[in-house]
């Protein structure tokens, strides 16, 4: 019921928002007292291709290559959105306004906007971000689980919704395209994002990123141009989580070993483990596709003519726009020129430059002017650019939903988190019954930074590129979800080394906890900065579990990490052990589940080796009685 409410609330704001704009009381009169007043391309009665054919009829070179530019928030020269036409800018990982508030969002990304309004034709700018487990650059934004929790947790409509909710964030803050779902199937967890992908199973991959679409698109409901509509993104074309250890040439803060790297495989194993998530996405509506920094054999995925135009707009008929990943097509062999040349002919059709847009725009015009690059090839890539802006209702909502503002990180969209925390855990053991505990058991102690860290549990993409440990953004920790659902029922005792030596009797015995909680795991990461060869606990860890054994009669060993860890050495020390991956800021959920108030339903969505050696799997053969727990384990 308050959830039918809601929509009904959010539904009432996007129309008295239309309408206000429909009547030109809004920020964008000043747009439409611009070029043309009553031209066909601004009539949102007219049909979509009548409004691409009539604005594009209009446009100079100059304003064709400025929609084909995408450019960093920093990097922007802000008069230069008017006189170079920008079509978008984008933050980056960790790309926020000072102070990082929903509001500071909204009044840059409308600031922004409002000198793309005032161009000639006054075609509005499109803000990109990856929000890609909630609007994770904005600080007090709720974030959801990191795909692979939610591919444990294996349920679409969850997915759905987290999309929707997602969608809802970022349109308060008029950041209207999200670089996200990642559909990397990936095969290899040493990959620094394996994390960002929901299983190693194709089908799973391919149902999920189908139902994010949808929340994200509205796809269902009211389809594109909803008021809180954003555009999706399914990414990185094509086989991102089909590299080989050891291919990366990339080095970001330290060389890269996987991230970036060369998929190997034959084409029908492309085609049957990589490309079927994106038949989905295009299925499910996908209007924009992210390329991939890695290379298919001896070619780049940005120079890739055959998979990106013969395979992905040809063969599976997308209609959408190409969006390259970052400063990606620099990576072409060649010079600037000729990457941009090759880029674009091979079927890209908007560039995240992201820095040096002059450089770009130089190069784009000089390839045109030279023939190199021919004027059909700009008019597509601007069709279809031109057309998913005005099929997201961005002529006509080009600013923030600011009515929303409130909305963001919202007790709501919290449950919603919380829920999908509950949903992704995995039961990997459960020795007599350990789990769950009883809210009233007298004595827990809880032992791990990652038991008491808001970032840590959130992982990479979140606040800043690559995450960070503290407390970095609003939301639960795991050990203070704890202590609210027991609420002084049990006594629990906190201490992030596991010291707990002044829990003694009076005579200096120490005092044994009838059970004990171990967080241990990974430390946040993202992209090929987390590349790694070794998977082990950390010595650190392993000293904690130990120490845990010695003092608590029951240890529950629960692991934060963005991909199975080998835990072989330690299995035998715990009851019970739960991965809990990279839950987001909701921590409650993992205590809702500890203590038996919901089940345990979550299922592996990747494989758990035994040891490392075992990576990568070859899924061709693969003996699942050598594995720690098979795909899809969990205790029943
Ligand atoms: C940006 C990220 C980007 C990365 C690319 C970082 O500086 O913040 O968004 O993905 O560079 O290597
Ligand atoms: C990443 C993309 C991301 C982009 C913008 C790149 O480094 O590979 O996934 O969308 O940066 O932040």
Same mark, same amino acid.
């Given at each position: ?132 487990? %909630? ?61 960002? %992908? ?61 991230? #970036? ?25 996908? #209007? ?31 209609? %959408? ?19 941009v040349v090759t880029s674009i002919n091979a079927g890209l059709d908007m560039i995240m430059v992201p820095y040096d847009y002059v450089a770009f725009i130089d190069a784009l015009t000089q390839a045109v002017e030279n023939g190199d690059v021919p004027m059909t090839r700009i008019d597509d890539a601007v069709r279809r650019i031109l057309t998913v802006k005005i099929k997201l209702g961005l002529f006509e909502r080009p600013l923030a939903v600011r ?5 963001? %990180? ?227």
């Open positions: 019921m308050k959830k039918i409410q809601k929509c009904l609330f959010i539904l009432s704001v996007a129309l008295c928002f239309l309408a206000l704009l429909l009547s030109g009381c809004n920020g964008s009169s000043a747009a439409a007292g611009r070029a043309g007043d009553g031209a066909l391309y601004k009539n949102p009665e007219a049909s979509v291709q009548e409004r691409v054919d009539d604005l594009l009829a209009r446009m100079t070179l100059e304003e064709k290559i400025g929609q084909m530019t995408q450019v960093e928030k920093n990097s922007i020269n802000l008069g230069d959105i008017k006189t170079m036409y920008i079509g978008s800018i984008l933050s980056g990982g960790g790309g926020c306004p000072r102070p990082n508030t929903p509001e500071a969002w909204a009044d840059m990304v409308d600031g922004f906007q409002s000198q793309a309004l005032e161009t000639r034709l006054g075609i509005p700018l499109i803000y990109g971000v990856d929000a890609v487990h %909630g609007h994770s650059n904005v600080q007090g934004a709720v974030i959801f689980p990191h795909n692979i929790g939610l591919g444990a947790a294996g349920d679409s409509d969850l997915v759905e919704r987290i999309g929707r909710i997602t969608a809802v964030e970022m349109a308060a803050t008029g950041a209207l395209w999200n670089f996200a779902p990642v559909v990397a199937v990936p095969q290899d967890i040493r990959w620094g994002r394996t994390y960002e %992908g929901y299983s190693e199973n194709t089908d799973l991959v391919s149902r999920l990123g189908k139902a994010y679409i949808h929340g994200q698109q509205n796809a269902d409901s009211s389809g594109l141009g909803a008021a809180t509509t954003v555009l999706a993104t399914p990414k990185h074309y094509l086989a991102d989580g089909g590299t080989v250890w050891g291919t990366s040439q990339t080095t970001v803060m330290k060389k890269f070993m996987i991230d #970036q790297g060369v998929t190997q495989v034959d084409e029908a194993t492309l085609r049957r483990i990589h490309l079927p998530p994106y038949k989905a996405a295009i299925e499910g509506g996908a #209007q924009c596709i992210m390329v991939s920094f890695s290379s298919w054999k001896d070619t780049k995925m940005h120079a890739h003519t055959y998979l990106l135009t013969d395979v992905l707009k040809g063969e599976l008929g997308f209609e %959408g726009f190409l969006i390259s990943d970052w400063k990606a097509i620099d990576q072409i062999p060649g010079n600037y020129y000729s990457d009515e929303l503002l409130p909305d963001v %990180g919202c007790e709501a969209h919290r449950e919603l988190a919380r829920e999908a925390v509950r949903k992704s855990l995995v039961l990997l053991k459960n020795n007599g019954s350990t789990l769950p505990l009883a809210k009233d058991t007298p004595l827990i102690f809880v032992a791990g930074q990652a038991a008491d860290d808001i970032g840590i549990q959130c992982g990479g993409w979140t606040i800043e590129w690559q995450g960070k440990a503290g407390a970095i953004t609003e939301g639960a920790t795991i050990v203070e979800g704890i202590k609210k659902l027991v609420s002084g029922a049990a006594a629990i005792t906190y201490d992030k080394n596991g010291d707990f030596r002044d829990i003694a009797n009076q005579d200096g015995t120490l005092i044994t906890a009838d059970a004990g909680i171990v967080v241990v795991g990974e430390l946040p990461y993202a992209e090929g900065v987390g590349d790694q060869g070794n998977l082990a606990l950390s010595a650190g860890d392993v000293l904690l579990i130990d120490k845990m054994r010695k003092r608590c009669e029951r240890v529950v060993l629960i692991i934060i990490s963005g991909r199975p860890l080998i835990i072989s050495d330690v299995i035998g020390q715990c009851d019970a052990v739960v991965a809990a991956w990279l839950p987001g800021t909701e921590g409650r959920g993992v205590a809702d589940v500890l203590f038996g108030d919901y089940a345990f339903t979550g299922k592996l969505s990747f494989t758990w080796p035994k040891a490392m050696n075992q990576i990568p799997f070859d899924f061709n053969s693969l003996d699942e009685k050598k594995v720690l727990f098979p795909f899809g384990y969990a205790v029943e």
